[in-house]
């Protein structure tokens, strides 16, 4: 069973389904799965390469770039997170772009460019990415967590957009809207544009509905955490079964609202950061934590990052777990393959059942 979807057609993919973009962490081997499996891999945006070394996020980029391309023949892409706590973003892009173009088999197979956390426009403005782009098949995607970041998106030029509700893990919206109202909106004022749905997706169910709604196809983050590929630790991935959907907890982190597991250290990050949190509520209008100055974020930045390697290592209590509202209804760690096999099987029962009901 396959589904033909503008997604699955624009990168040439058997499933529309990608693993989420999750730096710091790495998700190269959970990408060379999920393209294996026919899907739409994601190399997050991370400080460390493979080999485990702390190296620039450009290294480990290409690296992992590298890694992928050589263990699979599937379809996959990148991200880079461009906000300006980024300070290396242009380096990046060009970095990324340049080594892309040298390699033909990249070329060939690393089609999708994801940028998030900050301008939609920095990417398709790259001299490099441009030189790619004409190229290749490359597409740029921006994720879109709220109506008005997908207006720019659109005016920026990109290719679809990753349309983010608020009920999804890691950073998300301060305007708090949940996913199936924002896809309705995004649909209904840019309805030609390409979308992957995004936040609360791990099912068959979830599927069928985002299809439904005008996304040719979804972005799963926590669900496959939950993965026998996934790197991360098995403290992490224990977490998902058994947790509810309530078991999550909103934040404020350096780049702006952010979902976690509710730990010690979600409780801990709330009291400390309350006033915080309202200033960036009232105040963010285009970069995230806009009136915050450089330094303060920096800092945050780095405790941001300390905290997410503790939860990388295994210390589910002083470590920040990031995570969404759909651990409440993942129910088994499994492999990538059988992930895929499943929500492909149950959004087909899904969809006709739902067209059975149309006379
Ligand atoms: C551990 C983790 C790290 C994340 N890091 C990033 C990131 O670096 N860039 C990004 O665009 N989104 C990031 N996100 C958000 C995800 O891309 C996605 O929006 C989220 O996982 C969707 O919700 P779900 O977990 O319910 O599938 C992260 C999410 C998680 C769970």
Redesign the pocket.
Known sequence: MTFKTNITEMFGIKHPIAN??????RTTELAVAVAEAGGLGMI??ANQSMDGREDSALVALKKNLDYVVEHTEGIFGF?I?TSRLTPDCEELISGAAKHIMANPKLREQCLYALT??GSASRMPQNKDFQKLRENSQIKHFH?APALWLADKCVSAGCDGLVV?GF?????QSYEKVGGLVLLQQVQQKHPDIPKIA?????TGYGLAAALSIGAGGV?????F?ASKDSEFHENYKNVVPPAKAQDTIVRTGALGTIRLWKNKYAMKKGLVKTKEEKIAEEKIKDDHRAEISKEELAEELREDSIAAFAAYEGDMQNGSV?????IGIINQIESVTDIIETVIKDAEKALKTAISYVI
Request: aromatic share 6%; with cysteine.
């Open positions: 989420a973009a999750m730096g710091p962490f997050s945006h991200n997170r998030s956390a994720v983010t009920e999804g893990g890691g950073h995004c936040g609360g997706f791990a972005a799963m983050g926590s669900r955490i990031l995570l969404g509202q759909s």
